[in-house]
C-alpha cells in the first residue's frame, strides 16, 4: 500500500513538473520569437514618431499614436472599473449584501468574465450605432471597462474576504461602525491585493483587441479629445503583420514586443507593489 502511494505522489511530481516545463517553454518561445522578428525594427524613431505617408508600405514614421492610444484607453478603462468595482466588491461582503445576494451577484460577474472580449465589443458598435456616435477613444474606454470590470471586482473581492474576521470583530468592540471598519481595517488589509488587481486589470486591458476594434476606431493621429478615434498597439500589430511587405511585417513584430514589455512591466510591477505594500499590513 505504501509502494502505491509513493508510486501516485512520484507520478503526480513528475506531471507537475512536466506542467511546469511546458509553462516556462512556452513563455520563452513567444518572448524569443517576438524578440529575434522584432528586436531589429525597434528604435527610437519607431517609439517617439506617428505614422507619415507611406508608413505601411515600409516608408518612415512610427507607432506613437499606438502607444499613446493604449495608454489611454486601458488607463482610462481601468479608472473606470476601480471607481465602479470596488464599492461592489465591498457591497458583496456579508456586512452589507445578504448571503444569497452576493452568491448571485458573484455567478453573474463569473459569467461575464468568461463573455469573449469580442461580444463587448460588439454590443459596444451596436449602442454606439442607435445613439448615432461614432468609433471614438470615449467609446473604446467604456467598452473596455465592460471587459476588465467583472474581472476587477471579483479579484477584489477575494481579496477583501480573506482579512481576517477577527480584525473586523476587534474594531467593532472599539465602537466603530461597519462603514469605518471597511475603510480604516478591511481596506488598509486588502490593499496590497487591491492594487494587484487594479495594475493587473490595466495589464489586460492593454492588451485586448476586440473589444475596442469596432468601438475605438484607428487613426494615425494622436488624439485630442475623448471624441476623436485613437489608435491601439493591438490593432497596429494587426493591420502591419497583415501586410505582405517583410519590412512592415517586421515593425509588427516590433510593436508586439513593445506591448510584451509593457505587459511584462506591469506584472512585475504588481508584485513589487504588493510586497512593498504587504509590509504595513498585519498577519
Known amino acids: ?51 507619415k505617408g507611406g508608413y505601411y508600405l515600409g516608408k518612415e514614421g512610427g507607432i506613437a499614436n499606438a502607444i499613446v492610444g493604449s495608454l489611454c484607453l486601458a488607463g482610462g478603462a481601468t479608472l473606470l472599473s476601480l ?37 463587448y465589443g460588439a454590443f459596444g458598435f451596436v449602442i454606439m450605432q442607435y445613439l448615432g456616435v461614432r468609433a471614438s477613444m470615449l467609446g473604446g474606454i467604456l ?10 471586482v471579483r479579484a477584489m473581492d477575494e481579496v477583501i474576504r480573506m482579512v481576517p474576521l477577527e480584525l473586523k470583530e476587534i474594531s467593532y468592540a472599539a465602537g466603530a461602525t461597519v462603514w469605518e471598519t471597511s475603510l480604516a481595517v478591511v481596506l488598509r488589509q486588502a490593499l496590497p491585493g487591491i492594487v494587484t488587481a487594479v495594475i493587473l486589470s490595466f495589464g489586460r486591458g ?40 517583410p519590412e512592415v511585417q517586421q515593425r509588427a513584430y516590433a510593436a508586439a514586443l513593445l506591448l510584451l514589455i509593457i505587459v511584462l512591466v506591469v506584472s512585475l510591477g504588481s508584485r513589487v507593489l504588493g510586497q512593498r505594500l504587504a509590509r504595513n499590513i498585519l498577519h
Open 1 to 51: 500500500m505504501n509502494k502505491r502511494r509513493q508510486l501516485e505522489e512520484r507520478f503526480f511530481r513528475l506531471c507537475m513538473v512536466l506542467s511546469l516545463i511546458l509553462v516556462l517553454s512556452v513563455l520563452v518561445a513567444i518572448l524569443l520569437t517576438v524578440f529575434v522578428k522584432g528586436a531589429p525594427a525597434l528604435n527610437l524613431a519607431m517609439i517617439t514618431q506617428t505614422p
Open 206 to 245: 492593454i492588451g485586448d483587441a476586440a473589444a475596442i476594434l469596432f468601438t475605438a476606431g484607428y487613426t494615425d493621429y494622436l488624439p485630442r479629445s475623448v471624441m476623436d478615434p485613437v489608435a491601439s498597439l493591438p490593432l497596429a500589430i494587426f493591420f502591419q503583420i497583415a501586410t505582405p511587405i
Open 83 to 119: 471607481l465602479a468595482g470596488l464599492p461592489l466588491a465591498f457591497a458583496l461582503q456579508r456586512e452589507y449584501s445578504k448571503r444569497r445576494t452576493a452568491g448571485v451577484t458573484r455567478l453573474v460577474l463569473d459569467v461575464l468574465w468568461g463573455v469573449p472580449s469580442i461580444v
Open 143 to 152: 467598452t473596455l471597462t465592460l471587459v476588465i470590470l467583472p474581472f476587477m
